[in-house]
């Protein structure tokens, strides 16, 4: 899904080391959200 610039992204939760992340709880901030599906798979 693309966003053009200044839009707003839908709600989404994500898993993180210290518990779940909700995108709308840090409405207001500024937010990078970045993805490694690489990332730990171990090969």
Known sequence: M???PDTQAPD???AS???EVKLSD???KTVVVGFHPAS???G
Do not use: N, V
Request: hydrophobic share 40%; glycine share 20%.
């Open 17 to 19: 080391h210290s518990g």
């Open 2 to 4: 693309a966003l053009q």
């Open 40 to 42: 730990f798979t171990g």
């Open 26 to 28: 840090l409405r207001g």
């Open 12 to 14: 989404f939760t994500l």
